[in-house]
């Protein structure tokens, strides 16, 4: 705090005068408001008049007014100052009026605003928060600095990491180059594989030593989008090669696919030829030291079984042909009977088993089959000696063999008249694409092809079944049952299991598959086909 000089007074003004212009004075050096003693911010708001010596009429003032005593604040509008916000360390002693008065040195002096003498100190909480704020500031940018230390830190080793990936994509895209190049062998791009993964394997050696030694890209920002980049790159490389292998894997199943085909026709074929053989007379064997007077029902029902399952043969051969041909399967059958409701699609065999079994077997009740131009016995047991000794010529011969041997005989008459009624020239058209093999049959001739092959097989059962049928005494009688009538397990055997099945109606008789016959008082059931038809009344022949 500075002291007031004493060439600053007046010298012709009285001491209480100078007294009091002193502590003005410090007052204003001070900063110190009259009022509440917080610190003045203008100085303008407070005025005080000056005071003259005469203005104070008083005529001894004792030391204790200016000196040890304290006045209450009241008198000079001064607000008492706490001890807390005046700390002083040690304050000089200053000279008032040739005085000196001494402040405590280590406390803190209560002065209320008429005490003179104070000291004009500088705020040591002011210099502390400087200080502190210093310090703060310092602390703050060294903390910002380690921050931004540490973030390019990471972001470089974000960097390194995605450099890391991006080779590592880089090897399983030449990995799986070096695999799709081995089968088929390709030895160009073997080497070529080889050399990327060991490029790769170099880059990553090269990864490794720059993290140890913390040698990091100066521009991670940029590093990151160009690993990203090629690990897309590499990853997309690796999905068209898996492409091209899947490619080639196709290719290998279409190849396969045709060999398995080309081997199952194989094995129809061969199948059509073991059914053949199947079919062919060997297997009436049996029937070698057989007599006419020990003939029975067993014999018919076993030529029958055959026949039957020589149709079936034929009418198979018949449909794939078909088939092949690109024939309307569904078509066809709707054309053979349009009001049968089929339980499955594959049951539409058996309108065309009953379209074949319809034509070979029309006219079987009769002795000549009602072949042109062909004479009997009159007598019942000449006809029965010459049925047999027909069956015994015929049941061991190949039908070929026999009609080549005895094209003028009744069993070439019923070869050819049956074909030409079974074998519609359109059918014959589309298979063959002429109509050679008709032309051939009506020459009196027999055609060498596979289809008239099998046809001439189911031709001689369905003889040697007639044959026999007139060997017996009496003779068999063979029947079948019309459309619409009642089930009966008597005279039918179902081929449609699905028909009894439904509970919506009462299953019919859709058509006869295989007839039926009577032998004696045996009797061997028709096959027929049940389907949802309106009753009708039971007809029998």
Known sequence: ??????????????????????????????????????????????????????????????????????????????????????????????????????????????????????????????????????????????????????????????????????????????????????????????????????????????????????????????????????????????????????????????????????????????????ERRLNQSGQLHVFDNLQLSGLSPNHFITVLRHTVKSIRSYVRMMMDDMKSTGWDIHAAAKAIDRNVVYWKEDHKCFAFEHFVCKEMFDAFQHPNFLLPNESLPEKKKQQQQLFFVRFTELKSMKPKEYLAQNPRSAFAKFCRVKYLRLVHPKMETSFFGNLNQRKLINAGEFPSSNFFTSFAEMAKRVWLLHCLAFSFNPEAAIFQVSKGCRFSEVYMESLADEAFLSTTSEPQVGFTVVPGFRLGKSVIQCQVYLTRLQSAPTKQR
Do not use: W
């Open 1 to 274: 705090m500075d002291s007031v000089r004493p060439s600053s007074v007046t010298p012709n003004k009285s001491r209480f005068a100078r007294t009091i212009a002193k502590v003005l004075h410090l007052r204003a050096a001070t900063g110190i408001a009259p009022v509440d003693g917080v610190q003045k911010v203008k100085s303008q708001e407070f005025r005080i008049p000056k005071v003259k010596s005469q203005e104070f009429g008083i005529p001894d003032v004792k030391s204790q007014v200016f000196g040890v005593q304290k006045f209450k604040s009241q008198e000079f509008g001064v607000q008492k100052v706490k001890s807390q916000e005046f700390k002083v360390q040690k304050v000089k002693s200053q000279e008032f009026g040739g005085h000196k008065v001494n402040y405590q040195e280590n406390g803190v002096q209560k002065g209320k605003s008429q005490e003179i003498g104070i000291q004009k100190v500088k705020s040591q909480e002011n210099v502390k928060n400087d200080r502190n704020g210093g310090k703060v500031m310092v602390g703050r940018s060294e903390s910002f600095d380690k921050n931004n230390e540490e973030l390019q830190e990471r972001v470089a080793l974000e960097a390194l990491v995605a450099k890391l990936f991006a080779s590592v994509s880089s090897v399983k895209a030449a990995y799986a180059q070096l695999q799709y190049a081995q089968s088929p062998y390709d030895g160009e791009g073997i080497q070529a594989a080889d050399k990327e993964v060991v490029s790769e394997l170099k880059n990553l050696s090269e990864l490794k030593r720059c993290f140890l030694k913390k040698q990091f890209d100066p521009k991670p920002e940029t590093t990151l989008v160009l690993a990203e980049i090629e690990e897309q790159k590499s990853v997309l490389k690796t999905y068209e090669i898996m492409g091209k292998k899947l490619e080639s894997q196709v290719r290998l199943k279409d190849s396969e696919i045709v060999f398995l085909g080309e081997k199952l026709e194989e094995a129809k074929n061969q199948n059509k030829l073991l």
